[in-house]
Every structure is written in structure tokens, then in C-alpha cells.
């Protein structure tokens, strides 16, 4: 494809689904495909009164939408999967374009998305409270979950579509609005998945307006919705840099919030570790996505008696793996991002050969000319964990470093900043255990014989520490997204008091 078709080609696909062609010209926001570098479209931003003002229509529409039975409300996000079914190929190319993902990732995503609404669907019919015994005769005591209000999400570049559906899906059938600002480095695929909702919602028929929507806007543009007291939960996903600014600053006004921050995730290869398997979990976890996801490995502990193997089928791999256009090759490594993003690989190279570390690939690979940035992901090997290990790079680099110790391993594992996920590698149950046990990995993910990254969404997705606490998508992550009453009903003729107080008058 020549350079020249790729903004047609995407306005083309937007309209195709269903974006309004003026959307997408004449605004204040660039946009552009790492794939090339060239620049698809210029989106238009809103400014701070056009943000709160959206966020008081939002606002109202929660009032409607919270009498809404939930089974209804799930109703919604079943048509919103049906929608998404018929948009997969097309969505997830748009997520090529704009994310650089190669195509089975970029179609994983939306898979993810309707993975996401099927579990919200069943869940609007199972928003499960409690009956608790209580120390009163003839009273009943209970936990009654309701809905929050507005949900504001803030999502990162890296997962444009996913993430939002995630929080999306389960706060519509817990029964709030919901109000999107996507990362000003993926507008578009926002865009698409505003106006595929929008079809949902027209063919659900009495929702109120202003449910759901999107506004695009840089980093100025989150704040105004981290100040607003109409949004009672904040659900941010990015950098750790960005949570300890948003944390704060809701905090102060009493919100709530989900924060899915960075990760620094490392496995552990153990001496009976199944080295087949483990270096394809690697290989995956550490080059797939060109390192750009939030789970990605980024740090290996490997036993000293398995090293020398280990390293020598991680380097056939990097060395062999294929380094291409996402939209036509079948290349397993894409772009990174930006420019920014390749100066950090650079820097964080630079720093770990100061380290003493030895890398191999990491160079820079000329697919589509100087306004892209592709890489041959790296493989470093490190004396010790030092330097640039302690961070996340949102970059193809895997650290390796020796262990002879179980326990060391661990704690050098743990002994990071972040705790998003890690993973052992190993058929030796005693360690498998320590690893999942309390004094085991201190991350919200913690696998064996998998890798760190490609969570399924029946699970709740997050981690701990400086990854922010939050927790998303699968298992009880819904009530965040709610609030919770405690109910107590006295259908006797005494009133007697808790705790045995008399207060007679
Ligand atoms: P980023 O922090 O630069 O931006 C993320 C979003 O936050 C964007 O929409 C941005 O506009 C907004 N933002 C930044 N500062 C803000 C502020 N002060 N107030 C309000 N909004 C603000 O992150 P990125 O480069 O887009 O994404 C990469 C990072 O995201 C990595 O650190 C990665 O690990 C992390 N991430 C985490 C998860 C997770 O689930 N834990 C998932 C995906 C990505």
C-alpha cells in the first residue's frame, strides 16, 4: 500500500463504520498511524465547558438509566456484542492502523470486547447482594448493590478499544452512564466504537440520550473530567505517572477510582521447567505487541543449570522472529508508537550496557522510512537486577538475569515498583505453590506455565503497588462500578439495640 492511500483507506473503513466523514477533517488534533507515520485524519477536540457539559447531560441520563431493571440494561450490551460481531475485521484493522497491531491481535481485541459483553450480559442478572444473620430477634439484615452514577473512563494507546469496553459493558448493566476520554494517540478507533454503540442503542429503543458517549481531547481534557465532582468514578488506564497525578486528585474530592497503571512483570525459569513451552510463553509475552502492553514481560529470572539453553532458544528466537507492516505482512513484531517511545528503547539500551548488560537485537529496522519506528526486539543479559530493570519501558526489551537461589528469584521478582503480573515456569509443585502462595509473587496476576501476558476477562485484571490497585473486567471487579447498602428491617414489636445498649426514655 502506498503511503498515500493510508488516510483514504482509513476514512474509507471509518465511514464504513458508520463515523461521519467531518469528524474526521479540518480539526486541531493529528492523527497518525505508526504503521507509516503518515498522518489519517484531524480530529476535532473539546474544550473544558464542552466536556462539563457533557458530563451534566451524562449525569442526567444516570438518573433514567438507574430504574431501568438490570435485565433490561444487560439488554444493551447484548445488542452492543451483536454490533461488534458484525464489525470485528473491520474494527480490528482500524486498530492496525492506529495502534500498529498486527492483525490477530488487532482482531483479539475486539474479540476481547465481546467476550467482555457476554459476561456483562449474564452479570445484569446477577448483581448478587447478601442476607446477613443478625444479633437482633425478628430483623433481617442485608447488602443491597445500587448504581453509582457517572463512570469516567481514561484509557491509554495501547489497548484503544479493549480497556473501554472492559468498564464500558459492566457499568451500563450495574447502571450508570458512562463518559470516555480516550488517549489523543488512538481518536480514531474511539470514534468507531462511539458510533457502533450508537447503533446499539438505537435498536434498544427508550435508552436515555447522552448514556454513553466520547470525548476527544489531550491530557488537559482528562483532568476536567478527573475534577468533576458529576463523576463519581474515575477508571484511568496508563502510566503510573499519570495515576499518581489522577489518584490525588480525586481523592480530594472524595470520587472514586480504578487505576490500571504500569507494569514491570518478570517470569521465573525453573530447573524442570517444560523449555519448550516456556520459550514460547516467552517469546510471546516479551516481543508480542512490540512489547507495548501493560503486561508485557519485561524481566526473566532463569535458574543457572537451565540459563545457557534458555538464552540460547530466546536468542534463535529473537534473532528469527519477523519484523513488519502490520497491515501487509504477516510480520509477528510491529512499530512502536511514536518517536518518544523509540527514544525510551534507546535510552533504556544505552542504560543497561552502562549496566554491564549484553543485548542482542534492538536495532533499528527500516520497513516503512524514518517516520516509523521499528524495532528487532531485545534481549539483555544482565550481570544482576540493576539499572533500567527497575522500569517499565514501553519497548520490545526483555532483561535476563542468572539465579541459583528459589527464594532469591522470588524476591527479585517482587522487588520492583510495579505489581501488574508475573509467571513461573516450572513442573516442580512445591515452587509453583510458594509462588501463588502469600510469601509467592506480590502482582495481581500470577501465573504458572503461562505467561505473563493475554488475560482472559473472566478474571479481575489488575495489580497491585504502583500498578494501582485497580480491578477490571472478570470475577467481582463489578462492584466498583456500584455502591453498596447495608439494610436492616425490624418487623417486630421491640426495638431492641445492637451490642446489648439500653437507652430507654
Ligand atoms: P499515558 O499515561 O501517557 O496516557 C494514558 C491516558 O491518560 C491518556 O488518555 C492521557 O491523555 C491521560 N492522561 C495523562 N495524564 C493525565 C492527567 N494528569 N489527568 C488526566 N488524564 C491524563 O499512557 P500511554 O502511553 O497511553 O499508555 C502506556 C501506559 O499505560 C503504560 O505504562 C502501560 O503499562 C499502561 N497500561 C496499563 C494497563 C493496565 O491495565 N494496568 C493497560 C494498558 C496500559
Redesign the pocket.
Known sequence: MSSASLRSQTAELLGKLGVNSAALEGGDLAVFSPTNGEKVADVHTSNADQINAQIDKAHEAFKQWRTVPAPRRGELVRLFGEELRAAKADLGRLVSIEAGKIPSEGEGEVQEMIDICDFAVGLSRQLYGLTIATERPDHRMMETWHPLGVVGI??????PVA?WSWNAAIALACGNSVVW??????PLTALACQAIMDRALARFGDAPDNLITTFI???????V??DNKKVALVS????????R??GP?VAERFGRTI?????NNAGIVCPSADMDMAVRAIAFGAMGTAG?????TRRLFVHESVYDDMVAALKKAYLGVTIGDPLNSDALVGPL?DKD?ANNMEKALEAAKASGGTITGGERMDVNGDASYYYRPALVEMPEQTGPMFE?T?APILYVTKYSDFDDALEMQNDVG?G?SACIFTLNVREAEKFLSAVGSDCGISNVNIGTSGAEIGGA???EKE??G?R?SGSDAWKAYMRRSTNTVNYGTALPLAQGVSFDI
Request: charged content about 25%; proline content about 2%; hydrophobic content about 35%.
Open positions: 481514561i484509557s491509554a494507546f495501547n489497548f480497556v476520554k480516550p488517549s489523543e494517540k488512538s481531547a489531550e491530557r488537559e481534557g482528562g483532568e473530567l478527573v484511568a488506564t496508563g502510566s503510573t505517572r499519570m495515576g497525578q489522577v486528585r487505576l490500571e497503571l504500569g507494569g507495548q502492553r501493560c503486561t508485557t508508537i517511545a517499565e514501553f510495579a501488574l485484571f489488575g495489580g500498578t494501582g485497580g477490571e
